[in-house]
């Protein structure tokens, strides 16, 4: 069983440089997140989606674009990136809001 | 705004010894989740609370809710050293199940010999 699959799982930037992470699940979730997790701290949410078609801000958009063309994928654009947006990237996904959310393995990510 | 605190950030506890994590929350919500991380890995879901009194139990491991007081507790049994990790709660905004988790910022624990 796949879950969830994050791409890149590590990944160097330039700053200005603009790249995707992209994230796909298998298990026919309508909500999909993307998380970022500095050293020692919690998940913040950058944005999220309750289905195809549907995104919304969570508490860090900004620096940051989704789209939901799928259900299957959930990609996290960069662009123009930034020192302050090095950290590690996860991507979560859940049948509803109700039920856990299953994560993928983290992209981790430095921008210098 | 809803806020989620975690006490201890960090623990560090002998083999065989019990402890408790406490998640304090804010606003009223009936839903917690219990996450643990291992070093450079990522969540994986522990435990679900969908409603006040909730109680469930994995092993060494047993979490509870009282949503009147807002706090959710973890509870380590006779830890081993497998046990160390961090352990995340997370909070759902609302009653009906629509809005994101808001999570702590951990328990790092370190269960030592």
């Known amino acids: 069983n796949a879950g969830v699959t994050q791409t890149p799982k590590f990944r160097i930037l330039k700053i200005g440089q603009s790249m995707t992470l992209q994230c796909t699940q298998d298990?026919?979730?309508?909500?999909m997140y993307w998380y970022r997790q500095d050293p020692g701290m919690g998940l913040k949410l950058i944005y999220y989606s309750v289905g195809a078609g549907i995104t919304d801000k969570g508490e860090v958009p900004n620096g940051y674009n989704v789209s939901r063309s799928t259900t299957e994928d959930f990609p996290l654009r960069l662009e123009l990136a930034a020192p302050s947006q090095t950290s590690v990237y996860f991507c979560?996904?859940?049948?509803?809001?109700?039920?856990?959310?299953?994560f993928g393995d983290g992209t981790r990510l430095s921008i210098l | 705004e809803l806020k989620v605190e975690q006490n201890p950030l960090f623990l560090s506890m002998q083999e065989g010894k019990n402890y408790t994590i406490y998640c304090n929350y804010s606003t009223t919500s009936d839903r917690l989740y219990w996450y643990r991380q291992d070093p450079g890995k990522s969540l994986e879901s522990l435990f679900v609370l969908l409603s006040n009194g909730a109680v469930k139990q994995e092993g060494r491991l047993m979490a509870s809710l009282d949503t009147k007081a807002r706090l959710s507790t973890l509870h380590i049994t006779a830890a081993v050293h497998d046990l160390s990790a961090t352990y995340f709660c997370a909070v759902d905004r609302s009653t009906s199940g629509n809005t994101p988790l808001v999570f702590g910022k951990g328990t790092r624990l370190s269960v030592i010999a």
């Open positions: 979560a996904s859940s049948y509803d809001g109700n039920q856990p959310q299953h």
């Open positions: 298990m026919n979730h309508n909500y």
